[in-house]
């Protein structure tokens, strides 16, 4: 029996040491360590650690779940890093061995540390850890008016970042906005009319006030800066009486809304991005309130509905992510689809009249069809940019929407924006009339030359697959240069401030684990476990309808992200991180979710 054991252990350390072998190489060549660094070996016994205690751990439920997230995970890493990998090698041979290397470590070091994890989370039993217990002792007044005061506490932390930047951080998005509402530009669904008219509503508001157009719209920045808090406050408080979560996990989750500096800069920094997130997140709030409550209560439904036309208005991958949502939805209520269907209706219903009758009424113009071509138009750009031979009838296609020569000069992979003003300024209308034909350009040409086209794709959505990245968060201030007299007027200010201002949003880049706050690809990796996670517990997997428009907003960016280095892409699903703990704490009489 001992020499069993003894033969067995060996296997293991074997396996182990073979498995940290290859890890360890994926983690050299991603790091671009040195074989001969230190570190590599400190590496590799870590390594050799994890995959002993994942030997352990056996087959469980949920494998499957588990092998299909630690395959997504090692599909972005290589599509991201494999260039980089690759380069360093002349040899072909070197060259394709290194990603499959590259492949293999990141696979087995993705799959121990996803088996690994889930069982530490099962063993911690993490939904009871969660929870609160029955004795907790908190004060009686933020018990009593923890909305309130959540409300309040957010507003605190983020009026002085609005008083920096009064009346508000403004870009070119909402400048033609105003410019709208000032009747110098015609009425446009190119940002979101549905947003214009809010900001058009507070605007007047504030005319009646004053006719400084600065302060003006300084109420509509306030009142976007309030919403925002109160979307906040709500997830505090839905998290708090909902899922019963304990008081210091909900202080975690509003330090996580009122602290951190990229939540106060995009809570004024005028755009459609921050009134979508905040109605994204009432929306699931009122989701959550349902589901774990185990009824429909008439303010739940009503907040249901409108928050749901809010995100279908406020941004058009908000409509798709919202049809995403659907038969989910559906799915997860389908011995009461009547009810289902009575809280999805008066979604759509308004939404459609508005976004086509109503709008065409008043005479707002609707995007046009370059704005929902962002990744087929990098894609084509990218062929053309690396001098592949190009079939004569299709490059005079090309040159018939826009300057064939002015391409490789304007393809920018992070960018989609650059190629898209370039077919504005050609013809554009073109496209609308010969549909089919720019169709089958895009499959002759992926059918040819699918690295570029997959090159094009990673281009604009890296940041979004992988946790790592070269960009800004957070560090845009002031108001871009106009002619309707919008301009930055700091209310208070000082050397010390923004000494302060500066500090706060370089520490996301500067500390290690805090700065995967500040990266998109973090928040889509996080999902992505979480979803794994959830799944492998086959009686609660409905609790995953609470993350669906997180996925349909992830999903909609994959399809169709104009830039690849704006963290306000990624903001609106970033803000729902607190909702994991929905899936990881229990569902306590939740009879609606019955199937």
Not at 316 to 328: D, E, L, Q, V
Not at 529 to 540: I, M, S, V
Not at 564 to 578: C, D, I, N, Q
Request: charged share 15%; hydrophobic share 50%; glycine share 6%.
């Amino acid at each position: 029996m001992s020499s069993d054991k003894g033969k067995n252990y060996k296997l293991e350390a074997l396996r182990a040491a073979v498995f940290a072998l290859f890890a360890c190489w994926a983690v050299v060549l991603l790091s671009g360590w040195s074989v001969r660094d230190p570190l590599s070996i400190f590496s590799f016994a870590a390594l050799f650690i994890l995959f002993l205690y994942e030997g352990r751990i056996g087959k469980k439920e949920g494998s499957r779940e588990r092998f299909i997230a630690a395959a997504l995970f090692t599909l972005a890493t290589v599509l991201v890093k494999y260039t980089a990998v690759s380069e360093a090698f002349d040899n072909g041979l070197f060259k394709a061995a290194s990603i499959l290397i590259l492949s293999a470590g990141c696979f087995l070091l993705f799959s121990a540390l996803i088996n690994s994890a889930c069982e530490l989370l099962n063993k911690a039993d993490a939904g009871s850890a969660l929870c609160r217990k029955e004795d907790e002792k908190i004060p009686v007044f933020l018990k009593k008016h923890l909305l309130l005061c959540s409300f309040a506490f957010c507003l605190v932390c983020y009026l002085p970042w609005f008083l920096y930047s009064f009346p508000g951080i403004f870009d070119p998005d909402p400048i033609n906005q105003i410019e709208q509402i000032l009747g110098i530009a015609a009425p446009s669904d190119h940002h979101p009319y549905a947003h214009t008219l809010v900001i058009s509503l507070f605007y007047h508001i504030g005319s009646i006030f004053s006719h400084d157009i600065n302060i003006a719209i300084g109420f509509y920045t306030f009142f976007q800066m309030s919403l925002f808090a109160f979307a906040a406050a709500l997830c505090v408080y839905t998290l708090y009486r909902y899922l019963r979560l304990r008081f210091g996990v909900c202080m975690a989750v509003l330090a996580f809304y009122a602290l951190l500096p990229f939540m106060a800069v995009h809570a004024i920094l005028v755009c459609k991005d921050t009134v979508f997130a905040s109605a994204l997140m009432i929306f699931c709030c009122m989701l959550t309130a349902m589901i774990y409550e185990g009824k429909i209560r008439i303010p739940a439904a009503v907040g249901f509905i409108l928050s749901g036309i809010a995100v279908c208005l406020m941004r058009t991958n908000g409509f798709y992510a919202f049809i995403i949502f659907i038969p989910f939805f559906i799915i997860v209520f389908r011995k009461r689809w009547k009810t289902a269907a009575a809280l999805v209706l008066p979604v759509l219903i308004p939404v459609l009249l508005i976004k086509g009758p109503v709008y065409q009424a008043i005479g707002v113009q609707k995007g046009d069809l370059v704005e929902s071509l962002h990744v087929p138009m990098q894609q084509i750009a990218c062929v053309i940019a690396r001098g592949r031979e190009i079939e004569p009838e299709e490059k005079q296609l090309i040159e018939e929407l826009c300057s064939y020569e002015q391409i490789p000069d304007r393809y920018i992979p992070w960018l989609a924006d650059s190629i898209k003003e370039l077919i504005r300024a050609g013809n554009p209308a073109v496209l609308e009339k010969k549909k089919t034909d720019y169709l089958m350009l895009w499959i002759r040409l992926g059918l040819r030359y699918p690295k570029d086209y997959m090159d094009a794709w990673t281009g604009l959505t890296e940041n979004i697959i992988y946790p790592d990245g070269d960009y800004d968060v957070a560090v845009i201030e002031g108001v871009f240069g106009n002619d309707i007299g919008l301009e930055w007027r700091p209310v208070i200010g000082g050397g010390i401030l923004l000494k302060l201002r500066e500090i706060l949003l370089k520490l996301g880049s500067f500390i290690p684990v805090y700065g995967f706050l500040w990266s998109m690809g973090s928040y889509c990796w996080v999902f992505m476990f979480f979803a794994a996670y959830l799944l492998q517990q086959r009686r609660q997997r409905r609790r995953l309808i609470i993350l669906m428009p997180a996925f349909g907003l992830i999903f909609t960016l994959f399809l169709a992200i104009p830039v690849g280095k704006y963290f306000r892409y990624a903001y609106s699903y970033a803000v729902l991180l607190p909702f994991i703990f929905c899936t990881t704490a229990g569902i306590k009489g939740s009879q609606i979710c019955q199937t």
